[in-house]
């Protein structure tokens, strides 16, 4: 039975993880999503990703960037994506200090998420081993 990549959406706005969650599932991947920082950790917490779709703005005074800099201190270590309204030199440098693999503005059209999600899952075991 073969194993479906899972991948983590965060994001504040609802009609986002909505539908990029949409468009994921129906390319055949397990899709999480969490409205906040505080979802997005308890989700890290609790399950194994194999990739991570991360806004920037998420709200309650905590960023993106709060979530990817936690998941790296869990030794968390796969691809991330970051999405972005609001692009910004600043976020761009720490995410890409943090190692993200891409950083996207929004809108995200649907052929460029879908690239972009095979990208950076390319080469990489669903079962964890480096291929």
Do not use: H
Not at 61 to 70: M, N, P
Not at 82 to 105: K, Q, W
Request: glycine share 10%; with cysteine.
């Amino acid at each position: 039975m073969e194993k479906k990549y899972r991948i983590l959406i965060v994001d504040d706005e609802e009609s986002i993880r909505f539908t990029l969650s949409c468009f994921l599932t129906e390319e055949g991947y397990d899709v999480v999503t969490a409205k906040n920082y505080g979802e997005a950790i308890e989700m890290i917490e609790t399950g194994s990703f194999d990739m991570i779709y991360a806004d920037i703005i998420l709200g309650g005074g905590k960023t993106g960037i709060d979530v990817i800099r936690e998941a790296r201190e869990r030794g968390i270590t796969c691809p991330v994506v970051v999405i972005t309204g609001a692009p910004a030199v600043e976020t761009a440098v720490e995410a890409a200090r943090l190692g993200v693999f891409d950083y996207v503005p929004k809108p995200i059209r649907w052929e460029n998420l879908i690239q972009t999600t095979k990208a950076a899952l390319e080469g990489k075991d669903p079962y964890g081993k480096e291929g």
